[in-house]
């Protein structure tokens, strides 16, 4: 069993100084089950690489350290550390990350879904999430996290910027496109 840490939500809905997770089932591929719950993530920046936002979100956290429960048949699920939060459970509001900042983290990647028609995959995910580290504000932040992630694409994709390798493979998915 996992344990107990603040879990975090963000939505481009102000839902007010607190949040109560509520018996309702997101929006979700079909593959995932109809369990009621909020999505959330083990920082902000995850969150923001899980989700194309597009405009600013409100950051919520979990009122109190929770368990949160490990998501099933969801396919980006590790990479984001996504957890859901059973209904029942309240999260405090804890800021605001103006647009700006957000697309700054998902232009890149919406770029490439407009314009290949392609679905995400986990580098993708990565790259996301490494973008979101690198422009959401300090308080925001969590280090130790950050530098695992930096790590990891670092392993992964060499010493490439997140946004340059995005636009690097948005041009030759669509030139490899044009040559078939």
């Not at 929006?27 to 920046?45: F, G, I, N, W």
């Not at 949160?68 to 969801?74: A, C, F, L, M, W």
């Not at 396919?75 to 996504?82: F, H, K, R, T």
């Amino acid at each position: 069993m996992s344990k107990k840490r603040y879990l975090y939500h963000c939505s481009m809905t102000d839902h007010g100084s607190s949040l109560l997770a509520r018996k309702i089932t997101p929006s979700r591929s079909k593959h995932e089950p109809v369990t009621p719950r909020l999505c959330a993530a083990t920082s902000v920046p995850n969150c923001i690489g899980a989700r194309l936002f597009n405009a600013g979100v409100f950051v919520y956290r979990t009122a109190r350290p929770v368990r949160g429960v490990t998501p099933v048949n969801v396919w980006d699920s590790e990479v984001v550390q996504e957890r859901w939060i059973l209904p029942g459970n309240t999260l405090d509001r804890i800021g605001f990350i103006p647009v700006d900042v957000i697309r700054l983290c998902t232009d890149p990647i919406r770029r490439y879904h407009t314009l290949t028609r392609k679905p995400c995959n986990h580098l993708l995910r990565l790259a996301g999430i490494v973008l979101a580290y690198h422009n959401v504000p300090a308080e925001f932040n969590d280090v130790v996290l950050r530098d695992r992630y930096q790590q990891l694409w670092t392993q992964t994709v060499a010493d490439v910027c997140p946004a340059t390798f995005i636009h690097q493979l948005t041009d030759l998915t669509i030139k490899r496109a044009s040559n078939d």
